[in-house]
């Protein structure tokens, strides 16, 4: 593997397209943690699960969520909704113990209180719905509103081993758990970007479509704003609670809202449907998927408009191109990536729209 556009800033690379007799298709979510890996194979309505990194190409997983074998796809295992089955799942948490699942279509969240062993085993709580046969959007149908209970394309999900943290995406909003819920259809505690659990409406300076939320250890806390095309940064998540964001990545205020800046080209402060960001050291990677790219803050930018200190997946800040000037599918870089994690140097991309996960290094 070459990812030549990559330059300096990794070393290692390869590429891993899951099952050989069903490889991934459009993989949106990706965990590591201690040298597991767990992958939200979306369009294939599962969830796969490594006990160790795969180091083949396709590598048998150990287990598979949401179907009861590797090669099963269907939607809700091709029937009705269950505590075993999945719809285009996303977002994945685990501590290594426990696993949380983002099931974004079902509008709702599954929660693993240890993690699965075997092939379709059911979630132990649900979040969003009032038992495992419901998934309605809010619970009673898209025209009603939402409360602390109910959800609406739930994309990401996020713990630090003790609160739980959901975008509740099409709800256009963050809800906030003190402690990991034990009991299903437990009530979030608090909520972000809005006034209440009731209201719909929004402003351009709160979250307009969260899709990730994600925060440090030293309690920043940053959110993929996929619409507006930027990322929102809180210094501290607590005060997100009831204050704007302290800092835009993307945009230079809270009402811009255009595409690269309304540039014809990206540039090293520009964004294009972001759909996740990453911490990493004292900086942040952040997926700027519509352009094809990840772009690396060396430190928690504390203005707006903050320009990007390297780039990963193209050869410069102005190439905005998808798969550089290669045919779609090669290993030179990367084609809509949605999802992002490290574990101290190492990056795991999902490279969704070339339909594998590319793991690399880093130099940084």
Same mark, same amino acid.
């Given at each position: 593997?070459?990812?030549?556009t ?7 690379p390869y ?15 990706v ?21 160790k ?17 590797v ?9 009705n ?6 719809h ?9 113990q ?8 079902? =509008?709702?969240?599954?929660?693993? =209180?240890?993690?699965?062993?075997? =092939?379709?085993q059911?979630?132990d709580?649900?979040?969003?719905q ?19 209970k ?29 402690t ?6 437990a ?26 939320v994600?925060i440090?250890?030293d309690?920043?806390l *940053? ?5 507006f ?12 609670? =009831? ?9 230079p205020?809270?009402?811009a809202?255009?595409q ?9 402060h ?20 519509g ?7 060396e ?20 190439t905005?191109?998808?798969?550089k ?21 190492k990056?795991?991309v *999902?490279?969704?729209?070339n339909?594998?996960?590319?793991l ?5």
């Amino acid at each position: 593997m070459d990812f030549s556009t990559l330059g300096k800033q990794v070393s290692n690379p390869y590429i891993f397209k899951g099952s050989e007799q069903k490889p991934f298709l459009a993989p949106r979510g990706v965990h590591f943690i201690n040298n597991m890996l767990f992958v939200s194979d979306t369009g294939q309505n599962r969830v796969f699960i490594w006990k160790k990194l795969p180091h083949t190409l396709h590598q048998e997983p150990d287990v598979v969520l949401g179907q009861q074998d590797v090669d099963g796809s269907g939607r809700n295992a091709g029937g009705n909704v269950t505590a075993e089955s999945l719809h285009y799942p996303s977002g994945i948490w685990s501590d290594g113990q426990r696993l949380i699942v983002a099931d974004a279509w079902n =509008h709702r969240v599954l929660i693993w =209180h240890q993690l699965p062993t075997k =092939h379709g085993q059911a979630a132990d709580v649900v979040l969003g719905q009032p038992d495992f046969e419901s998934n309605e959007v809010n619970v009673k149908g898209i025209s009603k509103n939402p409360t602390a209970k109910s959800m609406h394309w739930p994309y990401g999900v996020f713990s630090n081993g003790k609160q739980l943290w959901v975008a509740d995406t099409g709800n256009r909003r963050i809800l906030y758990y003190e402690t990991i819920p034990q009991e299903n259809y437990a009530p979030a505690d608090k909520v972000i970007g809005k006034p209440d659990f009731s209201t719909r409406d929004y402003e351009n300076n709160q979250p307009i479509w969260p899709y990730s939320v994600k925060i440090n250890e030293d309690g920043v806390l *940053a959110v993929a704003d996929t619409q507006f095309y930027r990322t929102l940064i809180w210094h501290n998540w607590e005060t997100a609670l =009831h204050t704007l964001a302290d800092v835009i990545i993307g945009q230079p205020d809270f009402d811009a809202c255009g595409q690269n800046q309304y540039g014809l080209f990206p540039d090293s402060h520009t964004l294009n449907w972001t759909y996740d960001v990453c911490f990493y050291k004292k900086g942040l990677l952040v997926n700027d998927t519509g352009n094809s790219r990840l772009l690396f803050f060396e430190n928690i930018p504390e203005s707006n408009s903050k320009a990007a200190d390297a780039v990963i997946g193209k050869r410069d800040f102005k190439t905005g191109s998808e798969n550089k000037d290669t045919i779609v599918g090669t290993d030179s870089s990367l084609y809509w990536p949605f999802s992002i994690c490290t574990q101290e140097d190492k990056l795991v991309v *999902a490279d969704t729209g070339n339909h594998r996960l590319a793991l690399m290094d880093l130099l940084l």
